[in-house]
């Protein structure tokens, strides 16, 4: 996998029969630790399943150097895979990693990047019913494209690096919002999440700024099946 700035990483695996994949999102959380490591402890990841995975999306903002991506990614102890990621400028980057977590229903997100990052935000969400990569990823500003495979979900993320709205900073089409807030002001972060139970293709999971002067801004995108 290779990264594209903004940059797409990841394809997918071949697909079992399976029931068709579900997507819950479970927690939102962000801190202003200044720091290289981010420990976000006991965030839910709901229902215990043999077929659950949880995705992060990971987004950070007002950096001086691009090269900070994240390094490592785990979620309860288990380490995660990056899916897709993206940056805009020296500013933002934003990530999706995904790990097989099939007990429990809490644990610590440890979110480690290359450099030490302003802050750090995080959006959660439990897949099950899924295998692999992600089939398709996407990137862009505001809009991230992308194809889903019938009975596949797609989750997607958003940050920005300035001038966001202090409340409700965004609106999504095509795909249901689930979470919107501030980071760090004036940076903001929001996350949308869909199961689609026929194929979708060119989806395109269109982000709206409030106001529309957000800048720095980067969406990225995943399905999964």
Known sequence: MTSFGYNVLGFGSAIAMRPPATVTFTARTHSTANAT???????????????????V????????????YISTLTVAGVSASMQVRATQGSQSRNEIWIADV???????????????????????????????????????TFTASLDCKKDGVVIAGIVTG????????FSWANIT????????NPSAM????????????????????????????????????
Not at 212 to 221: E, F, G, H, M, Q
């Open 37 to 55: 490591a981010y420990t976000f402890s006991g965030v839910a990841i709901s229902t215990a399943d043999a077929s659950r995975r949880i995705a």
């Open 57 to 68: 999306i990971a987004g950070a903002s007002h950096s001086s150097s691009a090269a900070h």
């Open 102 to 140: 099939p007990t429990g229903t809490s644990g610590d997100i440890v979110v480690t990047f290359g450099g030490g990052m302003p802050m750090c935000g995080i959006g959660v969400f439990a897949i099950y019913n899924t295998a692999g990569d992600a089939t398709d990823t996407g990137a862009g």
């Open 162 to 169: 300035s001038n966001a709205a202090s409340s409700s900073p």
């Open 177 to 184: 919002e689930r979470y919107d807030s501030t980071t760090e």
């Open 190 to 225: 929001s996350g949308a999440s869909d199961a689609f139970d026929s194929a979708q293709t060119g989806l395109a999971c269109a982000c709206t700024a409030q106001p529309s002067t957000a800048d720095s801004a980067i969406n990225v995108a995943a399905a999964f099946r």
